[in-house]
């Protein structure tokens, strides 16, 4: 890590398990300070606890702007302006398209599409201040949708188009950057609310996920190039996962 990232401060949307809680594990190590963000308080309270001081736990929503508007001014008192904003706070409720799964539909877009645009619009001025890197968590999904993953794959590629947007709107000062996972063992598949659904896409994942761990040294990666160069779009697919 070039040594000018030192001490540099890190907001993770979704900071309370899988990539979230790797990505601030991994920023930590590598000497970052961190803001976690989530909306289950008492996760990222005892992940901070055990990352020690540079590290704050703030109870937010990606869904609710004015949460996040109190997050960012706590942000700025007890760390210094953000420098860094990882939007990776999502849900996948996977399952055929029907009236049946609509409240999943409405949940998607407003988490994984509007929530990354409004906790963006919320902290860019703290990151155009002197500049910073906004990292947007993706997916495959956000390259080839599949049968069952409409609505979640719609608001994927919906962050890879508005990201390639800002990619252009916001430089010199932001460099934009996209990380694409595949198949990682997280909470995502448990969270859906399709039974059949559910059943075949964790046994689909259990056998050739990667591990959060692995999406967060990429991100400790792409941060720590110099200032002058952008890894714009990272894909990053399990060895065996087919497509």
């Not at 020690?52 to 960012?72: K, P, Q, Y």
């Not at 598949?189 to 999406?215: F, G, L, N, Q």
Request: aromatic letters at 4%.
């Amino acid at each position: 890590m070039t040594t000018d990232q030192q001490g540099r401060v890190a907001v993770i949307t979704g900071a309370s398990s899988g990539i979230g809680e790797a990505t601030a594990r991994a920023l930590v190590t590598a000497g970052y300070r961190v803001a976690l963000l989530a909306r289950r308080a008492d996760r990222i309270e005892e992940l901070a606890a055990e990352l020690g001081s540079d590290t704050i736990a703030i109870e937010a929503d990606v869904t609710d702007r004015l949460s996040l508007v109190a997050a960012a001014k706590r942000v700025q008192t007890k760390l210094g302006r953000a420098e860094i904003l990882i939007n990776n706070a999502g849900v996948m409720l996977l399952g055929p398209f029907s009236s049946d799964q609509r409240e999943d539909y409405r949940r998607m877009i407003e988490t994984n599409l509007l929530g990354a645009i409004t906790t963006t619009e919320v902290f860019l001025d703290q990151l155009r201040d002197g500049g910073g890197d906004l990292v947007n968590i993706s997916s495959v999904a956000g390259r080839t949708a599949r049968i069952g993953n409409g609505v979640y794959a719609a608001t994927k590629w919906g962050m890879n188009g508005w990201s390639e947007s800002l990619r252009q709107e916001l430089q010199p000062d932001v460099r934009v950057t996209v990380v694409e996972p595949g198949a990682v063992a997280t909470e995502l598949t448990s969270h859906i609310t399709h039974a059949e659904t559910k059943k075949t896409t964790e046994a689909w994942v259990k056998d050739m996920a990667i591990r959060p761990e692995d999406i967060a040294e990429v991100i400790v990666f792409a941060l720590s190039r110099p200032m002058r160069m952008t890894l714009n779009e990272i894909l990053v697919r399990p060895t065996s996962q087919p497509g």
